[in-house]
């Protein structure tokens, strides 16, 4: 069994910062890939960014030259800098799995408040 654990999220200014994280506990095996998505109420939830085990991390538009993606074997992190209101979303971190006899699996943590004001 494996789950994610999120903390970091909160309150911040606009132009402040964050620092999100994700604990992937259980039974672990290699980790491919790791990542964030944000979801707003009434909206699809949205990439916004990734990384592979061995590193090439990728961003979406909004979040390329403001947020930087990094991880080590169970934890990922999320730095966001620069913050807008429009960055105000519940964010979800997930982690695809590869295990030898059943193959890929995609898991995802609890979910973490971002709440940024003017």
């Known amino acids: 069994q494996v789950y994610l654990v999120e903390s970091g999220g909160g309150l911040a200014q606009a132009g402040k910062s964050l620092n999100l994280s994700c604990e992937v506990r259980g039974n672990i095996y290699p980790i491919n890939i790791m990542g964030w998505h944000r979801q707003v109420p009434g909206k699809q939830r949205e990439l916004v960014a990734s990384?592979?085990?061995?590193?090439s991390p990728l961003y979406a538009d909004s979040a390329k030259g403001r947020f930087t993606i990094t991880r080590d074997k169970n934890t990922l992190w999320l730095q966001m800098n620069s913050l807008k209101p429009e960055d105000t979303a519940v964010y979800y971190c997930?982690?695809?799995?590869?295990?030898?006899?059943?193959?890929?699996?995609?898991?995802w943590g609890q979910g973490t408040q971002v709440t940024v004001s003017s």
């Open positions: 997930y982690a695809e799995l590869s295990f030898p006899e059943s193959g890929t699996y995609t898991y």
């Open positions: 990384i592979a085990r061995g590193g």
